[in-house]
């Protein structure tokens, strides 16, 4: 069983958001890319914070993280800025990625691999360029999908 860390919850998470149709790349721990050219739609990962809590003595804890899938879907100008061509291909991945991430057979698995008591998609917020929706300098249609994993 991998280790409680943020490296096997992303990889994890990662193989199954690369198996949800439309996604062409979904990069694992430190794997983000210099160029989304030609891998559109594609999902970077970043972690904003972490949390370790005693549990007993001597040394044993209950950890958290807390880590964001940026699913980069079009450049905002693309379709010659035409907001309807750019939702029909965007707004669908929330509902993709909340029929993925509620499955029981993938929370099971998510769960049983990674040695967590909680592995769970906690929102998602779709939108357009920003600081997490920018990259390389290009504006991208996207969601950002929020985690909450914890060991015990």
Not at 31 to 49: K, R
Request: proline share 6%; glycine share 10%.
């Amino acid at each position: 069983m991998p280790a409680f860390r943020e490296e096997n919850a992303i990889n994890l998470i990662s193989q199954q958001e690369a198996s949800i149709d439309g996604v062409k790349a979904s990069f694992g721990y430190a794997q983000n890319p210099d160029s989304l050219n030609n891998v559109l739609p594609a999902v970077i990962h970043f972690i904003p914070s972490f949390g370790s809590t005693p549990r007993a003595f001597p040394n044993v804890w209950a950890n958290s993280m807390v880590f964001q899938s940026i699913l980069f879907i079009m450049p905002r100008e693309a379709a010659g800025g035409k907001l309807r061509y750019i939702e029909n291909a965007a707004i669908p991945f929330g509902q993709k990625w909340r029929e993925k991430f509620q499955d029981t057979t993938v929370i099971t698995n998510l769960l049983s691999q990674l040695g967590g008591v909680k592995v769970f998609l906690t929102g998602g917020q779709y939108g357009a360029g920003g600081p997490l929706l920018t990259f390389a300098a290009v504006e991208y249609i996207g969601w950002i999908f929020s985690w909450d994993v914890v060991n015990a």
